[in-house]
């Protein structure tokens, strides 16, 4: 079975920056990724170079960083008050999540002032290319189930109990 939307992709991934560093892998956190093909659920460039791809397919993908997570945009640097903040030992490189108007985003101290902190809301790879070595583990048809969620979902879920809780 090959790649194609509507079907459940398992594989491993190693992510490296445009040096050579890994920044992610699959491997070493001994869980493959999985998730739904044509849902969004990876970015565009990865679901083109995967699709049609079958179990054991290993393939090295190139991102240049406008396929990737973005160019660095540095009107999302700015700075906030500090009571923003609940922590009180705050240096740079922190990192926190915070809801966003498109989803939670990951917000990175650059600076930290007497009453105020530097931010910084890019995504922490925007504007790096990203070098992706892939491994297609399994491909399988999506259950209903997963299609109405729009993602794989956990093993040993019922899948007739999620369908169920749909709204008619």
Known sequence: MTIAPQRVVTLHYVLCD???QVL????????PL???????NLMPGLERALEGRAEGAELSVTLMPADAYGLRDETLV?????SAFPVENLVPGMRFQTPGDDGPEIVTVVEVRDDSVVIDTNHPLA???????LEVLEVREATRAELAKGHPLPLGTDHREVEDKKVP
């Open 78 to 82: 700015r700075e906030v008050g500090r």
């Open 34 to 40: 999985e998730y739904l093909h044509g849902h969004d």
């Open 127 to 133: 504007g790096q290319t990203l070098r992706y070595r």
């Open 18 to 20: 445009q040096d050579g």
């Open 24 to 31: 992610d892998d699959s491997r070493a956190r001994q869980r």
